[in-house]
């Protein structure tokens, strides 16, 4: 089963915070959560507003509000609704655990909400905090400090490539150095990475093109979840381009603290970028298939459902490299 393509342009730049699409402040039971390109998306309406959205609706608006590539649209997507969604339901929560009237229900009536830790939320956030400091969710004015000195000192005033190689690093040293539980493996050694390019290559201007995103604009989106006036989408599909440039500014290999601060250690059996398909695998069959260790009935056939379009989505985002596991059988 494949997932269907919204239609629209892909080529084209074009103005997205526009009439149809205005900021609003977040009305009470409204969620919003560690993501600010989710938060900033539902803040304007291209998501719905609660922050309570299907998949396909998520894949569709971060295409039509960023211009997000497709394939990898829908990996990230029904990578975080594996984990964190209600695959029942077919409802994911961009912020915490919630109904969809903003309550917390009872167990059966919940909607899956981006919050397991280390996959897509996790340590060394560039403007959240560390899990183990509380509240990782939102916006931290001393790291978005720390965001605008880096800027200012290898951007000339611009966060770009430049500083998001340093700025990277810098998280994932102050990590080590203060958070006993600091992990940084996959899938979250990925994120991480993807997290720092991001910004540069979604909250950019599409007319403007050049990699370079001021502090006002930047501010905008981590803090206030909120477009520039006038703003336009990017100019072509948007990946995770230059994240090869980051990696490659401090090379790191992924591991964890394994006994306090600064006990930083290499783990070989964590996917990195040599081996994306192991990636795969390993969070089909050890973070899925953990979560859930005996589906049966409606649960299992949502699952298989979703781990095919995670699976169709590898075609665009590594093509033909990877082989599909099946963790629930293929019935």
């Known amino acids: 089963m494949a997932f269907p393509k919204p239609d629209f342009s892909p080529a084209v730049s074009k103005l997205v915070n526009d009439a ?33 959205a ?14 997000m590539d497709n394939s990898l649209a829908r990996f990230i997507v029904y990578a975080a609704f ?13 912020g915490q655990k919630t109904s969809a009237t903003g309550q917390a229900p009872p167990a059966p009536a919940i909607v899956g909400g981006l919050n397991t830790h280390a996959v897509f939320e996790g340590d060394t956030s560039m403007t959240r905090a560390d899990f183990f400091f509380g509240d990782n969710h939102d916006f931290n004015e001393t790291l978005f400090d720390q965001f605008v000195e880096f800027s200012n000192k290898f951007g000339g005033g611009n966060y770009n490539l430049t500083v998001a190689g340093e700025l990277r690093f810098q998280r994932i040293s102050q990590s080590i150095a203060t958070n006993p539980t600091f992990s940084f493996v996959a899938p979250r050694y990925f994120t991480a990475y993807a997290e720092s390019v991001f910004p540069i290559n979604f909250f950019v201007d599409g007319r403007q093109n050049d990699g370079q995103l001021d502090m006002v604009t930047a501010r ?35 591991g964890s603290n394994v006994n306090g601060v600064n006990t930083f250690t290499p783990d070989p059996t964590s996917a990195n970028f040599s081996t994306f398909c192991l990636l795969y695998s390993n969070f089909v069959t050890q973070t899925v298939a953990g979560l859930y260790p005996n589906p049966t009935g409606v649960l299992r056939q949502a699952l298989n459902i979703n781990l095919n379009f995670l699976f169709d989505s590898l075609n665009g985002v590594s093509p033909g490299t990877c082989t599909q596991v099946f963790p629930f059988g293929q019935d």
């Open 20 to 52: 149809a699409h205005p900021w609003k402040p977040q009305a009470p039971g409204d969620i919003r959560g560690p993501c600010p390109g989710l938060n900033t998306l539902a803040s304007h309406g291209w998501l719905p507003r609660n922050g309570i």
């Open 82 to 94: 594996l984990v964190d969604g209600n695959v029942v339901t077919n409802l994911l929560s961009i």
């Open 220 to 254: 905008g989106f981590f803090q206030d979840m909120r477009m520039p006036d006038g703003f336009f989408r990017a100019n072509g599909p948007q990946s995770v381009a230059g994240i090869d440039v980051v990696a490659g500014a401090h090379p790191l290999l992924p």
């Open 54 to 67: 299907t998949p396909d609706q998520i894949v569709t608006a971060v295409q039509e509000g960023f211009n």
